[in-house]
């Protein structure tokens, strides 16, 4: 059978994860024996993960060309069954309902960190750490799907580095897509084990340092402490600070670096600005908050929430909600940026808001000069307008999901600040918000209807917009030409009907 059988790709990326989801649950399913807990939620969800999976991964077959559609379909199928299948263990372990166990999964598997949790004494150790992998399936999930998918699909925000332009690429590690999400994977996991050692070092737990180690590498937020970071210490905060800081990088750019091309690092020109935004803004933020904390407190908490709302991590050193305005302004304002593209953090991605900036120059040189020609340059690049279009309908369909989302909640009957927050923070996977939704307060409040659209957006914001959108479009459901129709019959062996010579006239 032809490995690139049409139609095949799908499935075969749908049940390897889920297959892979089960095996992961029999492991906590141990675990949960270890601790003394119950297995059975993690053992029943196992069950229907293979269920599901194993018929899938047999009809599915790897492909290595994959068409448009299919890699779409397999992305966002991926990211629909796996957190469906992540219900299970919530209903059975704590006894929630289907909505809130949906809104619990589907932060975790998207790395947004917003949860309905609201008493975390009722949670068992190990759906805490559970709920702390989830987030890191979905860290790594993402970057391998944006390092290695996206930039073929012209979807990513670094897609002027992609495969497509002649001659040697930046963006891709390697010629095979297999071996490119090994070596994103390879330093996830170093990453992953130099933050939890850290956090042990510094004087953190054991079971927490593993926990926030998965939660802070995926640029996700969740907590076992109901009152996230504020629990711990001054090094323990800086240890987040650090990791939440790499975590935000373009992988691809980490991986190079450790090759042994660090130049690469300095030569970024969205690496250069990421750094440039969190120092000023970390810098005027400590200034703003040496009115409500002392010195290096102030420098402390600064720095930890512009970093952690930055790069979408969504962790809390205090409670920001009772911050002045103007210091919660500057935290919202953040929710809007997000990290590097290429990396696990969520948001807008700062390669596109350069391209936006340097958009809008062009077009103020372009009033003195109108018939001048103004190649649009990022880091020495010229930009394809094809980007720079891409680029402005990302733009535009998340200002309009953000924008409905809001206004939606407000009509439910929520407050401006938690709706204008919870859309924002949700959108851009942040987590946290201000108001009903701060961040030492839950989603649990939030309307049904509300919470079933902030499910959306963490769903459309963590898969990049565009691509669900895809599925809002006429042409997603259009059958195939009758040429395709027939390249696919011919795949499958099956035998074309001739047509007549008289039928050619």
């Known amino acids: 059978m032809p490995k690139t059988l049409r139609g095949r790709f799908a499935p075969y990326v749908v049940g390897t994860g889920v297959l892979g989801l089960a095996a992961a649950l029999v492991v906590f399913a141990l675990y949960a024996l270890v601790l003394d807990e119950r297995p059975a939620p993690f053992l029943a969800t196992a069950l229907i993960a293979a269920v599901v999976g194993a018929p899938l991964r047999y009809f599915g ?49 998207t790395a947004t960190g917003a949860t309905v949790i609201v008493d975390f004494g009722a949670v068992p150790a190990s759906l805490f750490m559970w709920r702390a992998f989830t987030q890191w399936v979905g860290g790594i999930g993402i970057v391998v799907v944006f390092v290695a998918v996206f930039p073929q699909l012209a979807i990513a925000g670094r897609q002027i ?44 737990p054991t079971f927490d340092a593993v926990a926030h180690a998965f939660t802070t590498i995926a640029a996700a937020g969740f907590s ?112 809007f940026i997000g990290g590097s593209a290429g990396s696990a953090a969520g948001g807008i991605k700062v390669m596109r808001w350069l391209i936006i900036a340097k958009h809008t ?77 701060g961040p030492m307060a839950s989603y649990a409040e939030i309307h049904p209807i509300g919470r079933g659209v902030l499910i959306f957006n963490m769903f459309a914001g963590r898969l990049e917009i565009v691509t669900v959108f895809v599925l809002f479009t006429a042409d997603w459901w259009k059958i195939p030409r009758r040429f395709e129709r027939h390249d696919t019959l011919r795949e499958l062996g099956v035998p074309e009907r001739r047509r007549s010579p008289r039928s050619d006239g």
């Open 361 to 437: 120059s062009r077009e103020v040189r372009r009033a003195l000069h109108p018939r001048a020609v103004l190649p649009l340059r990022v880091g020495g690049r010229v930009i394809p307008e094809e980007v720079l279009r891409a680029v402005a309908a990302f733009v535009t369909l998340y200002a309009l999901l953000f924008v409905s989302s809001a206004t939606l909640l407000v009509w439910l009957g929520h407050d401006f600040v938690t709706s204008f927050a919870a859309a924002a923070a949700t959108v851009g996977n942040v987590g946290p918000g201000l108001g009903l939704v």
């Open 224 to 335: 076992p402490e109901a009152r996230s970071f504020e629990a711990y210490g001054f090094m323990i905060d800086w240890v987040a600070i650090t990791f939440m800081t790499l975590a935000a990088v373009n992988f691809a750019l980490l991986y190079r670096a450790v090759l042994g091309r660090p130049r690469d690092l300095l030569r970024d020109p969205e690496l250069r600005a990421y750094v440039l935004i969190v120092v000023l803004v970390g810098g005027i933020l400590s200034l703003q908050l040496g009115s409500v904390y002392e010195g290096a407190e102030a420098v402390r908490h600064g720095y930890f929430q512009t970093i952690s709302i930055l790069t979408t991590t969504g962790y809390a050193s205090a409670d920001y909600n009772a911050w002045p305005d103007r210091s919660r302004t500057m935290l919202l304002v953040l929710m």
């Open 61 to 109: 077959r790897s492909s290595v060309d994959p068409t448009r559609r299919e890699a779409l379909l397999g992305v966002l199928a991926l990211w629909s069954i796996v957190p469906a299948i992540g219900i299970v263990p919530y209903v059975m372990g704590t006894g929630m309902g289907g909505l809130d166990a949906f809104f619990e999964s589907m932060s975790g598997f």
């Open 161 to 204: 580095f992609n495969a497509e332009l002649p001659g040697p690429t930046e963006e891709r590690l390697s010629p095979r897509l297999r071996t490119t999400a090994l070596a994103v994977l390879g330093l996830y996991l170093a990453l992953t084990a130099a933050c939890a050692t850290a956090y042990a070092i510094a004087g953190m």
